[in-house]
């Protein structure tokens, strides 16, 4: 149950950052449209981490994950300018929106932070889990028995040539 509240909680607070930097993009693309690209690819980003918590695959291959890490940080610096903005001004204007502001400033850097996390610490293709083998053991007895013994047990079931 806690598996499930913390993947919803991903979702939540991803929907948000896509959201966020949605609005974001298209305030900033009449001042600086390089920046509003930035950010519009940064919203695309969320998106997949949308998508991965949701369907758990991701758009994004692992060659592309150097680009998935610049987006990353992008939502990072949003989430520590949200807590600056948040933090300077809640001591004149003690409103719930920058308590809110506060809070969801923390959560994006946290999600960021914590995506590249996974990045980083994600094998590069899946793997099987390892079974132990059973152990075979360190020497192995055989038993001979002379050719004499072993025509007169086998005598009445096979016939030899040479016995």
Same mark, same amino acid.
């Given at each position: 149950?806690?598996?499930?509240?913390?993947?919803?909680?991903?979702?939540?607070?991803?929907?948000?950052?896509?959201?966020?930097?949605?609005?974001?993009?298209?305030?900033?693309?009449?001042?600086?449209?390089?920046?509003?690209?930035? /950010?519009?690819?940064?919203s695309?980003?969320q %998106?997949?981490? +949308?998508? @991965? !918590?949701? #369907?758990?695959?991701?758009?994004?291959? $692992?060659?592309?994950?150097?680009?998935?890490?610049?987006?990353?940080?992008?939502? /990072?610096?949003?989430?520590?300018?949200?807590? %600056?903005?948040? +933090?300077? @001004? !809640?001591? #004149?204007?003690?409103?719930?929106?920058? $308590?809110?502001?506060?809070?969801?400033?923390?959560?994006?850097?946290w999600?960021?932070?914590e995506?590249?996390?996974?990045?980083?610490?994600?094998?590069?293709?899946?793997?099987?889990?390892?079974?132990?083998?059973?152990?075979?053991?360190?020497?192995?007895?055989?038993?001979?028995?002379?050719?004499k013994?072993?025509?007169?047990?086998?005598?009445?079931?096979?016939?030899?040539?040479?016995?």
């Amino acid at each position: 149950m806690a598996i499930h509240m913390y993947r919803v909680f991903r979702v939540i607070a991803n929907s948000f950052a896509f959201v966020l930097t949605i609005v974001m993009g298209v305030v900033t693309l009449q001042y600086n449209p390089l920046l509003s690209i930035v /950010f519009f690819l940064a919203s695309l980003d969320q %998106l997949e981490d +949308v998508y @991965y !918590y949701i #369907y758990g695959k991701r758009f994004i291959p $692992r060659s592309l994950m150097l680009f998935d890490i610049i987006f990353e940080g992008v939502m /990072f610096m949003i989430g520590l300018a949200m807590l %600056l903005l948040s +933090v300077s @001004y !809640y001591a #004149y204007f003690s409103t719930w929106l920058f $308590r809110a502001l506060l809070f969801l400033s923390v959560m994006v850097m946290w999600s960021s932070v914590e995506d590249v996390l996974q990045w980083v610490s994600a094998p590069a293709t899946p793997t099987a889990p390892v079974t132990q083998a059973p152990s075979i053991p360190a020497k192995v007895f055989t038993y001979v028995r002379e050719k004499k013994e072993v025509c007169e047990t086998e005598g009445r079931f096979v016939r030899r040539k040479n016995c």
